[in-house]
């Protein structure tokens, strides 16, 4: 059969023209949007108020300063769970306890907290508030009152959160990673939102920095550094970007719809109200923030859920593309899961902003965002080639892809040094800005790769985490 | 035409923010020196500022040893004066008068930045009474965050205005309600308890200021307060009511017992979970026949108080606490639970 090129080719500009502007729009609204978060980070970041020292941020804090349990789900963790422990209870708060919830692990990570920590078992009255795995039992210490350990059976790391939700007493609880490492004044930083506007405010979050490059003594960052590893440093203006601006923004105009599972305080009552994490899902974090949306706008209540761009939380990020592509698959999955079930808040008048900016905002980034982009890369170049576009359609399709990456990554970057300051020395900055142009040239689009990768495993209702292998923090001597 | 403006556009930027940044690199090597000159100036002028606290060296000497620069002298005095009491405290404010130091916190206090404003009424403090018209007048601040430090400094000073002054001042519930209203209240009902009876009678209190002057009057510890703080109980808010309880608590005056009783079969189950709470830290034995019926409360909270409060308030109700516990229903678990978190099962 004879095809009839010169009849077909007027269609296939069509087609070729229609991509190319899907491509292009989405990455102009992608690109404006995060010129709009700059912009409200910047803003929100001038108007702050910051107490340097935080000895004297603990003399004001102290008189009202809420009760906190912090949530830390340990599996598997044997090697690390002592030192991370000690460091957990070192934090500078007034009125605290650390759970750690046990979540089955497999190795000696319950012996080796017995051992350490002088563990007897004790009874906790608790209510199962929220759904979870059974317990089977509770370890108190009485050199350390201030611990607790929840022994559970294996459920996962939402399930062992709502464990921790179940057993605690206090009115707010803070969950966090219990192989990472916090600031020993974040406690008295995050909980700032909640002494400032303690009716309205039912979640807030802190910036989460990479640790990778960070020396470690006693659990504590003792000399800040920037990674020797390239993708850990690319991760590390990712980062940046993403709670620098991105989480600031939002914050600021009540929209925000993340909070990290390594670092995020909240109340606990609305917390059990929304039932606590949703169990079988890779995105409980990003899931437990919409769900208190949902039902906070659904009852008509007036709330704040806060960024703080100070307090600090160290993590150790993925060293080989293998690991940080299963990590970042499994948050597209998320991400796809939340929407999927949230969907219906972007078209209902009764959820206001938080529908059409911060639901809009998943659908444009996280669900078309990474698809549109890869049958862009797919298909632009070869439309060009073919002579089916012409150049502008293709220099569009660059810099939406790639220039504008530059500038959002370098006012990311701006943004930091301007207001912060917490890259250390003028050295690091040259790397940060290298790594600023650099990621838009390779590992932004394997992301998106990684993120179709998603799309196809949720698409195929695969639930698996994905092992993550972590070399550990750098011990200083 | 517009796809070129979209190249054209992206490349501005990106060359732009790329050169911006190199602009911010450069400052950040200067500023990397003047660091270096700063801190040895900052280490220089601590010890010579010592010197001038034992009367050893004058303001000039400070200064120069500063380098000329009132901002190391200044910040240096912020410091130093937080944990200095007396004529050390005397002679670090007249070397920051002497810098001009009042004048620069003036200054900032016009500024449009609320932070910037919150942060220079913390650093005027330390010209003691020469502060309190700039403190008073930003208690007029459009911004609440502003109004609340201005109240904190002058609450720590013992110079925060008249009870009913501060109420209206820091439009509690309109704009404001940190926790550190708490504290600011705390002191002012104590230095005026006559006036926070007065706003707890007065009807059209709001809410939320009832709560806090509730709070306060059970903080202040006065027993002259009782009888309105026990009418409180009737209030139609819960919140106020579970405030009240709290209050009744604090206090712990066994004449509010027969309240706290008739508390417990309070609609609102906040309110129940506070009376729990109240009867047990009053010592209120009479409570036993009202809070065995609570250890099957629909709320698992009010379940635990009451069961606490059996436990701790006596022999009679440990032992109905312990019969409970005999029956493996709702009441029966937390019976157990609470009598072997206590040893006592």
């Known amino acids: 059969m004879n095809v009839d090129w010169a009849a077909l080719w007027p269609w296939l500009e069509d087609i070729a023209v229609g991509v190319a502007l899907l491509v292009i729009v989405t990455g102009l609204l992608q690109n404006l949007l995060s010129l709009v978060q700059l912009g409200l980070a910047y803003r929100t970041l001038r108007r702050r108020l910051v107490e340097p020292r935080s000895s004297t941020l603990y003399g004001r804090v102290s008189e009202v300063a809420m009760p906190i349990s912090l949530l830390a789900p340990a599996f598997n963790e044997e090697a690390t769970i002592a030192e991370s422990i000690r460091s957990l209870l070192a934090l500078h708060y007034p009125n605290f306890e650390v759970i750690v919830v046990n979540d089955g692990s497999k190795d000696d990570t319950l012996k080796v907290l017995i051992d350490a920590f002088g563990l007897r078992p004790v009874t906790r009255a608790f209510e199962s508030a929220v759904p979870h795995r059974p317990i089977r039992g509770v370890y108190g210490s009485r050199d350390y009152p201030r611990l607790l350990v929840v022994d559970k059976e294996n459920g996962g790391k939402a399930d062992a959160l709502n464990a921790g939700i179940s057993v605690c007493r206090t009115p707010l609880f803070c969950a966090i990673d219990a192989d990472s490492i916090l600031e020993p004044d974040a406690l008295l930083r995050v909980v700032q939102p909640f002494i400032d506007d303690p009716l309205r405010t039912v979640a807030a979050g802190g910036t989460i920095r990479i640790a990778n490059g960070c020396k470690v003594r006693a659990g504590r960052i003792v000399e800040v550094g920037l990674p020797t590893r390239l993708l850990p440093l690319l991760q590390v203006m990712e980062y940046l970007r993403a709670f620098l601006m991105a989480r600031l923004a939002w914050s600021e105009v009540n929209t925000l719809i993340l909070i990290s599972g390594a670092f995020g305080i909240f109340r606990r009552a609305e917390a059990v109200e929304v039932g606590g994490y949703t169990l079988g899902t890779v995105g409980e974090d990003l899931e437990i923030i919409v769900k208190l949306h949902r039902l906070m706008r659904e009852q008509r209540r007036d709330y704040r859920i806060s960024f703080i761009p100070e307090p600090v939380c160290w993590t150790e990020a993925p060293e080989t593309l293998a690991v940080l592509g299963r990590q970042r698959s499994r948050w597209q999955r998320g991400a796809l899961e939340t929407f999927a079930k949230h969907k219906d808040m972007m078209v209902s008048r009764r959820y206001g902003r938080i529908g059409i900016v911060g639901m809009g905002n998943v659908l444009l980034v996280d669900v078309l965002g990474p698809l549109i982009e890869v049958i862009g890369y797919l298909l632009v170049p070869v439309f060009w080639a073919l002579g089916l576009l012409s150049l502008d359609y293709f220099l569009a399709f660059v810099a939406v892809t790639f220039t504008f990456g530059v500038s959002v990554s370098t006012g990311a970057l701006i943004l930091e040094e301007l207001e912060l300051k917490r890259v250390t020395g003028p050295r690091g900055l040259v790397v940060l800005l290298v790594a600023a142009v650099v990621e838009n040239f390779g590992y932004r689009q394997l992301n998106n790769f990684w993120r179709l990768r998603g799309w196809w495993q949720w698409l195929r209702k695969s639930e698996a985490w994905g092992t993550m292998t972590r070399r550990g923090f750098a011990t200083a001597t | ?345």
Do not use: K
């Open chain 2, 1 to 345: 035409m517009l796809l070129w403006d979209i190249w054209r556009v992206s490349l501005w930027l990106a060359a732009a923010s790329v050169a911006a940044m190199l602009l911010l690199v450069l400052r950040r090597v200067i500023q990397t020196g003047a660091a270096r000159r700063h801190e040895r100036l900052r280490a220089a002028a601590s010890m010579v500022l010592l010197d001038y606290i034992d009367r050893t060296a004058d303001a000039a000497a400070v200064r120069q040893a500063a380098g000329g620069n009132d901002h190391i002298v200044g910040d240096l005095i912020f410091e130093m004066r937080q944990i200095m009491r007396g004529e050390g405290a005397a002679r670090l404010v007249e070397l920051a008068m002497a810098c001009g130091g009042v004048e620069v916190e003036r200054r900032n206090l016009a500024s449009r930045n609320p932070g910037t404003r919150a942060e220079a009424l913390r650093r005027i403090t330390i010209y003691g009474d020469e502060a309190l018209p700039a403190l008073h007048a930003a208690l007029g601040d459009p911004d609440p965050m502003v109004r609340t430090a201005a109240a904190v400094e002058l609450t720590a000073m013992d110079s925060a205005p008249p009870l009913a002054l501060l109420a209206g001042h820091m439009r509690v519930g309109v704009d404001t309600s940190s926790e550190d209203l708490r504290r600011i209240f705390r002191r002012a009902v104590e230095a005026e308890p006559r006036a926070a009876i007065a706003m707890l009678v007065d009807g059209a209190t709001p809410d939320e200021l009832r709560q806090l002057v509730i709070d306060g009057l059970g903080h202040a510890g006065d027993y002259q307060a009782l009888p309105i703080i026990d009418a409180m109980i009737y209030h139609a808010n819960p919140e106020v009511r579970a405030e009240t309880l709290r209050a009744l608590a604090s206090l712990g005056h066994p004449q509010s017992g027969a309240i706290a009783i008739e508390a417990l079969r309070d609609p609102d189950w906040r309110v129940r979970s506070q009376a729990a709470n109240c009867v047990r830290r009053i010592g209120a034995a009479a409570a036993v026949p009202a809070l065995v019926p609570l250890l099957d409360d629909e709320q698992w909270w009010v379940r635990f108080r009451a069961a606490e409060a059996l436990a701790t308030l006596s022999d009679d109700g440990r032992s109905r606490l312990a019969a409970v516990a005999t029956h493996g229903d709702r009441p029966g678990q937390v019976a157990q639970l609470v009598l072997a978190e206590r040893g006592l099962a």
